[in-house]
């Protein structure tokens, strides 16, 4: 964890999310610098913000986050993701239904194209006519949309 705060808020804020390495009191530069070194090595930072200082940070992560509902322009601009309630356990919920997103967008792709695939191989052998193979196209489209509209049912744990 990098951050400009005291040690002694840092190291407790460390110890409740079970983070090993905290490192406290940085300037923005220095936070910047950290996270240059971390992706050299292979990393993938995420970094999470609320201020003007945190923009270059946000910047040079992997991904970012701004905080929304106090956020200055600036660190928002930067940001993949903003949390419009600033509650910093919402960034797990966005990275799990991030995730789960990512499941089903390689599901509807293998719906979509399979469909596609298979009625445009069965139209061209002369197996089925045209349309039967654009009516099944039409419905592997539906199936998908209803597919993705799952995402919006999706419980997330942490508290509201």
Not at 143 to 157: A, G, P, Q, T
Request: with cysteine; aromatic share 4%.
């Amino acid at each position: 964890m990098l951050t400009g705060d005291r040690r002694a808020a840092a190291e407790e804020v460390g110890r409740e999310l079970g983070i090993q390495e905290v490192r406290a009191g940085l300037f923005p530069e220095d936070k910047v610098k950290a996270i240059l070194e971390m992706n050299a090595e292979g990393f993938k930072v995420a970094m999470v913000g609320d201020g003007v200082n945190d923009a270059p940070s946000l910047a040079a992560a992997y991904v970012s986050a701004g905080m929304g509902a106090r956020g200055s322009d600036a660190a928002l601009e930067q940001a993949e993701i903003v949390l419009m309630n600033d509650r910093i356990e919402k960034f797990l919920d966005a990275l799990l239904l991030c995730r789960k997103a990512k499941r089903l967008i390689r599901w509807n792709l293998v719906i979509a194209l399979g469909t596609v695939a298979t009625m445009m191989g069965a139209s061209i052998l002369g197996l089925i006519p045209l349309t039967v193979g654009v009516i099944a196209h039409e419905g592997s489209t539906v199936l998908v949309c209803l597919n993705s509209l799952r995402l919006l049912f999706i419980k997330l744990d942490s508290p509201s």
